[in-house]
């Protein structure tokens, strides 16, 4: 499916039905951080499948809803799980929620990801802020585009400038994220490549939506989690259960970093 404007707006007709006018900060929550919502009172759950043109996720500990929340007056959607292209879905549905975001107003984009470690460097439990991405996965989500907008200048696409606050506060590292189609995980061959093309972490997702959102003139802070070593280093175990174990110590600081950033004025 390409970019579809009628379907963006029927969903976001559906939205204002329940209430949601427009929203201030988008956040998506990767494995591990679905407990993130359980500390905001007053929440709205919309599961994905009620919302047109969204669908459940079909991967094993990722939940599938959109949660409005309001914080010191900053209106917030946090989306639970989201739709990757290697379960079937095209570029644009796969970022279809930021789009849906992005003609409801929003602003800022809060993205997270569970990511294997392709820097040396980095161990399971780490977490790294992305300060840019390099794309292996095709088509475009603005594919379908006609004007000239669709031509997004992906310079600067992360905004690190609390990267030196949230490094001294939790340790976290920064890098280079990759994104690949998946499902399956990457050989160390593919590993090596990633590595010297400048790779830190890899990943199945994010990328789209940060296109979709610097399309939308969002600005997007992310993050990946750090489940395994990658393909063919020392250490690497590549099993989805032990990514989810992985992901849930990792979310737990994770969801510390996104409660202080959700409390600042400016995101």
């Known amino acids: 499916m390409l970019y579809n404007k009628e379907l963006i707006l029927e969903s976001m007709s559906f939205l204002k039905s329940k209430g949601i006018e427009s929203v201030d900060t988008v956040v998506v929550l990767g494995s591990g951080l679905s407990h993130l919502v359980d500390q905001f009172p007053n929440t ?52 279809f929620a930021i789009a849906l975001m992005g003609e409801l107003k929003a602003r800022q984009l809060i993205v997270t990801n569970a990511a294997g470690g392709l820097n040396p460097e980095f161990n399971p439990g780490d977490i790294m802020m992305i300060e840019d991405h390099i794309k292996t996965q095709f088509p475009s989500p603005l594919e379908g585009i006609l ?38 995980y990457e050989t160390p061959a593919e590993v090596r490549h990633f590595r010297n093309m400048g790779g830190d972490t890899v990943g199945m997702s994010t990328v789209m939506e940060t296109i979709m959102a610097r399309y939308y003139r969002m600005k997007v802070v992310g993050f990946s989690m750090i489940t395994n070593k990658a393909s063919g280093l020392p250490g690497a175990v590549l099993a989805h259960t032990d990514v989810i174990e992985q992901a849930n110590k990792a979310g737990k600081i994770l969801s510390n970093i996104i409660s202080d950033l959700l409390q600042k004025d400016n995101i």
């Open 147 to 184: 004007t000239n907008d669709r031509f997004v200048d992906m310079q600067n696409a992360y905004d690190i400038s609390l990267y030196d606050e949230l490094q001294q506060k939790y340790q976290i590292k920064k890098g280079v994220y990759v994104s690949t189609l998946g499902p399956q």
């Open 44 to 95: 709205m759950v919309i599961p994905y499948d009620d919302i047109p043109g969204m669908h459940a996720s079909s991967v094993k500990g990722h939940d599938s809803a959109l949660i409005y929340i309001t914080i010191n007056n900053k209106k917030i959607v946090v989306l639970k799980g989201r739709m990757h292209m290697y379960e079937g879905y095209s570029a644009f549905q796969s970022s």
